[in-house]
């Protein structure tokens, strides 16, 4: 888990804000080595500011290269990110693949994506160890320069991150959410009635914390009924007592 | 894994752009089913339809409500996407381990998304059963509404994808691109000079045929420096051959 971030070249950008877009998309998950090919503009580019959000260092920090060649000579793991891969025999990997691979590696890799229209050409993709290829929904595959870079990004950092899902303890199926309401209202209700809501500045916690009570444990549709019966059941006895 | 893809669920989403970007985002990923509580300028909006890229059966299908409770009555596992979750007692989960629970199970789930500028609300998040945080550089989180999509949209494709990455069968070390190229040019001028670039109406595809040959196995840097002697041994035999 030793390798630096990947490095993230793009291939001839063609606007600016894209880049911005691709700083921003980059900083979040701790990749900042930032490499243009002969970006269309040229660079600096004053509308990458903008779209970067706040990842500026990562805009001044990029380097700018005349050839892909050039941009990836230190480079030993390549992937190069396009749906076009089937023309070159390459292994074709995910996100996740890559991830987990360029984390196992010391030597530094990096990330390839094409300009915004037309993709990294054929001749760009010989420079590429692997294809990295997003699996999408086959009836509609449509990320943009920036979701791609993102999705790259978001995959190395995760297969590094250290965060742990907390698990529930019950996993009894939930009520569905109307049924929880129902039981929120019949307890707000009786409580109401029963003088519970005052003095008015308790008002508001006490619902907030009636909710907290009644939701947390995502009861299940008869827990919800049961719970509900014993309302019922207090209430008749206080109203008898009234009587 | 029989699990129908989890409605999204935009609270009171301000920039018709944006409904439009999220409408995109899940459909790359397989989901379709997109509700609107209370959105800021109405529905439909006509800023929408650009930024969707062609994903405008997501927002003809999307359904608005006044309420987040209406919204999410028929749902059984309720996601908020936020980082502000530690307000309430709920587990919070990473968008991966989120999928994996949705695809565990039959019930519908539904993933919140708050307003852009401020995010979900405690009086919203009291409808969850979990709170979805995505994992982001410490030092930078700027994940904007339709990137939060897509990483929750593409975390519930990729549990449920059976692509597979193909894998290189020899793991040793590539050798620097730039070794590479120099091998490339070495071969690339020891065969100019043995005439083999003939007819000229061959030179682009002998070209790519030799890269792809030189470039395909990721030979090591100490594979790269055999190869060039074995060049140089071929081509100072045929000279001797000439004298």
Redesign the interface.
Known sequence: MSAAPPAVILVRPQLGQNIGSCA??M????LTDLRLVAPRDGWPNVDAGPSA???DSVLADARVFDTL?EA???????YATTVRGRE???????P???AAEMRE?D?PSGLLFGPERSGLL?TDL??A??ILT????PA?????LA?AV??AA?EW??AG?T?E????ANYD??????EL?GLIEAFDAELTAAGYFAPPETVAAKR?TL??LL??P?YSGKEVRTLRGMVTAFTGRRRSRQT
């Not at 990836?72 to 390549?78: E, G, Q």
């Not at 070159?88 to 995910?94: A, E, F, N, Q, S």
């Not at 199926?173 to 109307?178: E, L, R």
């Open positions: 921003r998309a900083l979040n998950f701790g959000s706040g990842a060649q990836v000579a230190d480079l030993h793991y390549i070159l025999t390459r292994p074709v990997v995910t996740h693949r890559a590696r030597a054929t010989v420079v160890h692997a997003v699996p999408v929904n509609f595959g449509s990320l943009n979701q993102l999705l978001y950092y995760q991150a965060t899902a907390s698990v529930l199926a939930p009520a569905a959410h109307g309401e907030m909710r907290n939701t947390r995502a």
